[in-house]
Nanobody, 114 residues
Framework: VQLQASGGGLVQAGGSLRLSCADS????????MGWYRQAPGKQRELVAY???????NYVDSVKGRFTISRGSAKNTVYLQMNSLTPEDTAVYYC?????????WGQGTQVTVSS
């Protein structure tokens, strides 16, 4: 299993970005897909996840601004991030939980300027 994350970049406060994460093509069953982030000097934080049944959950700081969704392609997950603030600056990591284990993407940098 190899996860490829993309979509990060530099954006001004109030702007938007859409992160994408795709699996290389595993046939294993997915139980959960989600995103963590890690800001400089801080612990990794769970941002959002979506279960195989469609249930989603978000950290309080992004509720109402971020939306996690599954793509039409198998094993693809998106994170739509709106109304970004400098506090959202971090490296964002996608992950996918399969029956065989949990796998991580390589991380994509999101930088929000004030």
């Amino acid at each position: 299993v190899q996860l490829q994350a993309s979509g990060g970049g530099l954006v001004q406060a109030g702007g938007s970005l859409r992160l994408s994460c795709a699996d290389s093509g595993s046939i294993d069953s997915i139980t959960v897909m989600g995103w963590y982030r890690q800001a400089p000097g801080k612990q990794r934080e769970l941002v959002a996840y979506i279960l195989s049944g469609g249930t989603t959950n978000y950290v309080d700081s992004v509720k109402g601004r971020f939306t996690i969704s599954r793509g039409s392609a198998k094993n693809t997950v998106y994170l739509q991030m709106n109304s970004l603030t400098p506090e959202d600056t971090a490296v964002y990591y996608c992950y996918m939980g399969f029956m065989s284990g949990t796998y991580w993407g390589q991380g994509t940098q999101v930088t929000v300027s004030s």
